[in-house]
């Protein structure tokens, strides 16, 4: 793993509390050509296992505050993270929100449980809120080693293979999400020759997000997070120059936009 990155590159895990950002961070710490991981969550006070994680990183592993949907914490994570490190190899977004009991927010069966609020904030943090970290990270990305810049995203935003309809509000923001990362592929491939910018498809993964809906995943296909982080990780491993711009599986596989 990481074998393609200069030894002692560094990471930053963007939505590191929960489910899949979580295991990204417990997996580039056990990683030794990785240097510093800047971990990235809502509320670090709240999140417990990043500390214990912490306390065992011999600092390596450094926790900042940041909420998608508030740029001035975009902002700050930035300016603190740049204190620290002169650049980032790799960067992950992996916040996703698909349900939110406090905003009575459920994926929608049919137009008519469409509701203004759960579009907007699906917009918010799945598609808004990753082009704002490259917009505030983008200084630590300016140098000439190889860099990787991938969102987590998701199958069912893909306009052709969109086949079953529902979840309105998840299904148009992760397409307005991989339309962001595509349009900020294009600039990078002309001002920072040096980013591999993706998105990448977990495979449907057991974290909270998934949880109410696993009833009818074939057998074999949920992934366990330490599984799904690793195929991850190889993906981003592998990912070459003329690989920018694409959406990718965590087989390799290319999906169509
Ligand atoms: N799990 C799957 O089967 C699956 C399948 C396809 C794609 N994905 C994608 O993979 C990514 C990771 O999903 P997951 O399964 O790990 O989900 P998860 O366990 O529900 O974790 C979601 C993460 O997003 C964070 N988050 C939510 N709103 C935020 C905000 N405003 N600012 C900052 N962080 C925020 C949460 O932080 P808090 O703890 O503060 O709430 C949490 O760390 C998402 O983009 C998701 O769409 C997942």
């Not at 137009?111 to 203004?116: E, G, S, T």
């Not at 991938?150 to 307005?176: F, H, M, P, Q, T």
């Not at 910018?197 to 449907?204: D, Q, Y």
Request: aromatic share 8%; glycine share 8%; with cysteine.
């Amino acid at each position: 793993m990481f074998a393609t990155f200069a030894a002692g590159g560094n990471v930053l895990i963007q939505g590191a509390s929960r489910g899949i950002g979580r295991e990204f961070v417990r997996q580039c710490l056990a990683e030794s050509r990785v240097g510093q991981v800047v971990a990235t969550c809502r509320s670090p006070a709240n999140a417990t296992e990043l500390a214990a994680l912490a306390a065992t990183a011999a600092g390596r592993l450094t926790v900042l505050p940041l909420d998608v949907t508030n740029e001035a914490s975009i902002a700050a994570a930035a300016a603190a993270t740049a204190r620290t490190l002169p650049r980032l190899h790799v960067v992950v977004n992996c916040t996703g929100i698909l349900h939110e009991a406090a905003y009575d927010m459920q994926p929608e069966k049919r137009l008519a449980d469409v509701r203004p609020e759960s579009l907007a904030l699906a917009f918010a943090v799945n598609a808004i809120g990753p082009l704002l970290v490259a917009r505030h990270f983008e200084p630590l990305l300016a140098h000439a080693d190889r860099a990787v810049f991938a969102s987590l995203s998701a199958r069912v935003g893909s306009i052709e293979d969109n086949r079953l309809g529902g979840w309105y509000a998840y299904r148009a923001s992760k397409a307005a999400q991989n339309m962001y990362t595509r349009t900020l592929a294009i600039e990078w491939a002309r001002s920072r020759r040096n980013v591999i910018c993706v998105a990448l498809h977990p495979g449907t993964t057991d974290t909270d997000l998934s949880r109410p809906f696993q009833g009818n995943v074939p057998e074999g296909k949920l992934f366990g997070v330490e599984r799904a982080v690793s195929q991850l990780l190889e993906v981003i491993d592998r990912m070459q120059p003329a690989d920018t711009g694409q959406f990718f599986a965590w087989d390799g596989e290319r999906i169509p936009w």
